[in-house]
Antibody, heavy 120, light 111 residues
């Protein structure tokens, strides 16, 4: 059974870089699939951030592309998110998930999510 | 403003049937891209409910069904139960944005 677990600082200062990691268990990332990040501001809807293939190929939400970097570490069976120059608008619960199938790739399963607050 | 439009809320009594719409455009649903649906129970992560317009993952009751026509998709829930009270999101792909897009979400209240 595939399981995902997000980790990282819960508080980030404005203008700094948000860094999160998603540890995958029950499946080897190097075996395939895309792996993605989605976020949900408090009380609001879901926003896809970007996805990465085990080969390292990435694609990002155009609205965030200039600030986002997603990378994969197959040796640790995890993938990571970096979001630079954060503001209060980036405060959200960040979820990682496996992306399956052709476009639109469905997200299944999801991690439990981690709340990141941007504040000084 | 979400690329895919959902009603903010729907409600129904136990045992009733409700539907949730997801309206897109010619660059996403209307272009032939599939729609997936997610259920988000209070305080939890979203869970895949319907994929590929009308397919249910293992373990999802057949009370949940999905359909797609033209630039819209719908999620139907029959035999409403209190445990169905949750937020529901549709997802598709938009060729103009070259990425996944979600609807704004619909809160289902079981009266």
């Amino acid at each position: 059974q595939v399981q995902l677990q997000e980790s990282g600082p819960g508080l980030v200062e404005p203008s700094e870089t948000l860094s999160l990691t998603c540890a995958v268990s029950g499946y080897s990332i190097s075996s395939g699939y895309y792996w993605g990040w989605t976020r949900q501001p408090p009380g609001k809807g879901l926003e896809w951030i970007g996805s990465i293939h085990q080969s390292g190929s990435t694609y990002y939400n155009p609205s965030l592309k200039s600030r986002v970097t997603i990378s994969v570490d197959t040796s640790k069976n995890q993938f990571s998110l970096k979001l630079s120059s954060v503001t209060a608008a980036d405060t959200a619960v960040y979820y990682c998930a496996r992306s399956v199938g052709g476009e639109p790739k469905r997200f299944d399963p999801w991690g439990q999510g981690t709340l990141v607050t941007v504040s000084s | 403003q979400s690329v895919l439009t959902q009603p903010p809320s729907v409600s129904g009594a136990p045992g009733q049937r409700v539907t949730i719409s997801c309206t897109g455009s010619s660059s996403n649903i209307g272009a032939g891209y599939d729609v997936h649906w997610y259920q988000q129970l209070p305080g939890t992560a979203p869970k895949l409910l319907i994929y590929g317009n009308s397919n249910r993952p293992s373990g999802v009751p057949d009370r949940f069904s999905g359909s797609k026509s033209g630039t819209s998709a719908s999620l139907a829930i029959t035999g409403l139960q209190a445990e169905d009270e949750a937020d529901y999101y549709c997802q598709s792909y938009d060729s103009s944005l070259s990425g996944s897009v979600f609807g704004g979400g619909t809160r289902l209240t079981v009266l």
